[in-house]
Nanobody, 126 residues
């Protein structure tokens, strides 16, 4: 069974930075495309960033483009989300997710993802 555990969330002032990590169990992490999503209170879950199984392809929501960077380390079974220039509107619970279909490209489509972490809270104060 695949398990995903996020960490790195917290409280930060506007303009600050955080790096989220998502550790993934299992031997086949390197074959999974991964994504970061977020859900603010009272809103639907939305994609933040996605990365292909190889790391060669990434995509971002327009709202975070140029500020956030998704990356992965297949030797550590971990995917990262570096968040710079944070804004109060970035406040949300952030989730990482994995696609079960092996060797997939990056996807911003929520139903493409099969495994989800429990989420980590990011709060940006103004």
């Amino acid at each position: 069974q695949v398990q995903l555990v996020e960490s790195g969330g917290g409280l930060v002032q506007a303009g600050g930075s955080l790096r989220l990590s998502c550790a993934v169990s299992g031997r086949t992490f390197s074959s999974y495309a991964m994504g970061w999503f977020r859900q603010a209170r009272g809103k639907e879950r939305e994609v933040v960033a996605a990365i292909s199984w190889s790391g060669g392809s990434t995509s971002y929501a327009d709202s975070v483009k140029g500020r956030f960077t998704i990356s992965r380390d297949n030797t550590k079974n971990t995917v990262y989300l570096k968040m710079n220039s944070l804004k109060p509107e970035d406040t949300a619970v952030y989730y990482c997710a994995a696609r079960a279909a092996k060797y997939s490209g990056s996807s911003r489509y929520t139903p493409d993802y099969d495994y989800w972490g429990q989420g980590t809270q990011v709060t940006v104060s103004s």
